[in-house]
């Protein structure tokens, strides 16, 4: 069975950066990645970025410019580049993405997995 975890989260102060990463772990063979969400306290998940499988993404318009999603294809992991982080920032962070597992020559899917979440807090 495979997973998402997150990690990368933390404490920073205004203005300053993060990188957070998704790995896909276990016994997959490879994940597509889907995007980034985020859930402040209070508030529903929120759509922060997404990448389709020919490398398009879309951003959040409170975040555009300074938010970056990418991917590493041979590593099963995706990334979310933060710059200029703002106090609204602050939330829970989640990936999403499907996960590929392969038996021989057959491929299987478990679609739209979430990884457990990272804590990121934006704070002077």
């Known amino acids: 069975q495979g997973q998402l975890v997150e990690s990368g989260g933390g404490l920073v102060q205004p203005g300053g950066s993060l990188r957070l990463s998704c790995l896909g772990s276990?016994?997959?063979?490879?994940?597509?990645?889907k995007g980034w969400y985020r859930q402040a306290p209070g508030k529903r998940r929120e759509l922060v970025a997404t990448?389709?499988?020919?490398?398009?993404?879309n951003y959040a318009d409170s975040v555009k410019g300074r938010f970056t999603i990418s991917r590493d294809n041979a590593n099963n992991t995706v990334y979310l580049q933060m710059n200029s982080l703002k106090p609204e920032d602050t939330a829970v962070y989640y990936c999403?993405?499907?996960?590929?597992?392969?038996?021989?020559?057959?491929?299987?899917?478990?679609?739209?997995?979430w990884g457990q979440g990272t804590q990121v807090t934006v704070s002077s």
């Open positions: 999403n993405a499907d996960l590929v597992y392969k038996l021989g020559s057959v491929k299987f899917y478990e679609y739209d997995v």
């Open positions: 990448m389709t499988g020919d490398g398009s993404t």
């Open positions: 276990g016994n997959i063979f490879s994940i597509n990645a």
